[in-house]
Structure formats: C-alpha cells, structure tokens
C-alpha cells in the first residue's frame, strides 16, 4: 500500500477519543483510522504515569503493525504520561497529542477566572505545570478532577440524576468564584457538554481541544506528503469487552461498527 494511503492509528484509554476521531472524521474524511480503546486499563486517570507509559508502548506497538503511519494520542492523560517516551522511540513518526486548552481558555476569559475539568493524572502532570506557567500567568486557574465520571461515560450514561449531581458538585464552586470559561480537558468529557450546558449559565463558554487536533494532524500529514485520497475506513479494538463497547458505539460514534477485542 503507498504509504499515504495507510491509516492513521487513534487510541484511549477507552472510549472517550472517539470525540477526537468525530473532529478527525469531519475534517479528513478520506483517511483510513485504527481506533483502539484501551478499556481493560480505563480509567487511567487515576493510574501512575509508569503505567499508562508501558500501555502507550503496547498500543503503538500494535497500531504500527497494523501499519499506522501516524498516531494520534486521544487522551490528555495518556499524552501527559507517554507522549516524550513515544516520541523518542519512533522519532520519524508523526505522533500527535493533546493538552487542556489553557492558552485559548486564557485569551477568552473575561472575569479572569478559568476552570478546568480532567484527571487526576493529568492535573498532577509535568505537562500541565509547564502549560499553567507558560500561558495562565495573567489569569486564575481552578482545576478540578473528576474521578468516576470516565467509568459513566463509558457505560454511556450522559444524561442520568447521577451524572448530573456529580456535575453540579464539581461545577457549582466554579462559578461561585466567578469562573466564565471552562476548559474540558480530558477527552470523554466532550460527550457530557449537552449535559453541562444545562448547568452552566448561557455565558459561560466551554472549550475543548478536538478540533485543534484534527486541525494539526491535517498540518502534520499535509507537510509530509502523508494526505489519504480516496474511499476511508474505520477499524475498533478494544482491550476490554467488545461486545460493550459496541453497544455505546451508536450513541457515542453515532453508527454501528463491528469491534475487534486486543490482547494486549
Ligand atoms: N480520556 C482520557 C483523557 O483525555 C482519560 C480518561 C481516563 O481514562 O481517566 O484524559
């Protein structure tokens, strides 16, 4: 196969990157995609950054035999954790990953007051540091994890009393210290924006980084003549049960697809 027609390799820790893969479907339809959700190690929030580093390796691994001639890390946790070690180790791959958007959050602030939504993982990373001190000198931030909310969204449960209170207990402080932009910084959360917009006043602007990164990996192919033409196709794996992750595949990819079960 030439090689600009091979595929580009999408993973998660489960089903949260497909809220990437829609922003990379829309923006590059003719690309062929390995989507592999990383379900029997979800959530790797609350996992070490040692840990998601080897399922990183794992999964590359795997998406690079399938014959992936990019990989797009779909987890901000995952891209704080492995990012740098992966990139080290294939260091002519195009390897795209993804950060909380501090800086767009920063610039759109009007109170001065940024919230930010994500892992445990994440907000304790390296990465995030580095992010707050380069771009948030002149705003305040307020982070706030959210352990549990991955394991509803992966059951596909957007819209219950439960998923809503937990919500409400995070955002709630938020906006009593004023906060009007909230950054959604962790890729399963975009699928519970309907339900946030119901609890957020209208003027409070959420801000999530999908499209951003299908935007870049259009770039990135673009520079080095790696643009697919022609008929696209899409593949799942899942190192969990398949069976489950297909189910929630209609509501979350919004068509039915057959997922392969990964060993790894
Ligand atoms: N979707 C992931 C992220 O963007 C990880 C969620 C998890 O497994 O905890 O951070």
Redesign the pocket.
């Known amino acids: 196969m030439a090689e600009h027609m091979a595929p580009v390799g999408v993973f998660?820790?489960?089903v949260?990157?497909l809220s990437v893969l829609r922003e990379i479907r829309q923006r590059l339809p003719h690309e062929s995609l390995l989507y592999l959700a990383d379900s029997a190690h979800?959530?790797?929030?609350?996992k070490s950054p040692e840990y998601i580093c080897q399922r990183c390796r794992i999964i590359a691994a795997f998406l690079l035999e399938r014959g992936a001639k990019a990989l797009v890390l779909?987890?901000?946790?995952?891209t704080a954790a492995g990012i740098t070690e992966l990139r080290e180790l294939y260091p002519q791959l195009p390897i795209i990953g993804?950060e909380p958007a501090v800086k767009p959050a920063a610039l759109a602030t009007r109170s001065g007051v940024v919230g930010v939504l994500?892992?445990t993982?994440?907000l304790k990373s390296a990465r995030f540091a580095a992010l707050l001190d380069r771009f948030a000198a002149d705003v305040r931030v307020i982070t706030q994890p959210c352990p549990g909310l991955?394991e509803r969204i992966e059951a596909g449960d957007l819209h219950s009393a439960q998923t809503r209170a937990m919500l409400a207990d995070w955002v709630e402080p938020l906006l009593a210290q004023g906060c009007d932009t909230l950054i959604l910084?962790?890729?399963?959360y975009p699928f519970i924006g309907p339900l946030l917009g119901e609890l957020l006043p209208a003027d409070v602007r959420l801000i999530d980084t999908g499209t951003a990164v299908a935007r870049h990996l259009h770039e990135v192919l673009a520079e080095r003549h790696l643009l697919a033409n022609g008929q696209a196709q899409q593949r799942f794996y899942c190192s969990g049960d398949p069976l489950r992750m297909a189910r929630v595949l209609p509501i979350l990819w919004g068509e039915n697809a057959a997922v392969e079960f990964f060993a790894g």
Do not use: K, L, Q, R
């Open positions: 998660d820790s489960g949260g990157g979800v959530p790797y929030g609350e779909a987890c901000n946790t995952a993804m994500a892992t993982g994440t991955v910084g962790c890729t399963h």
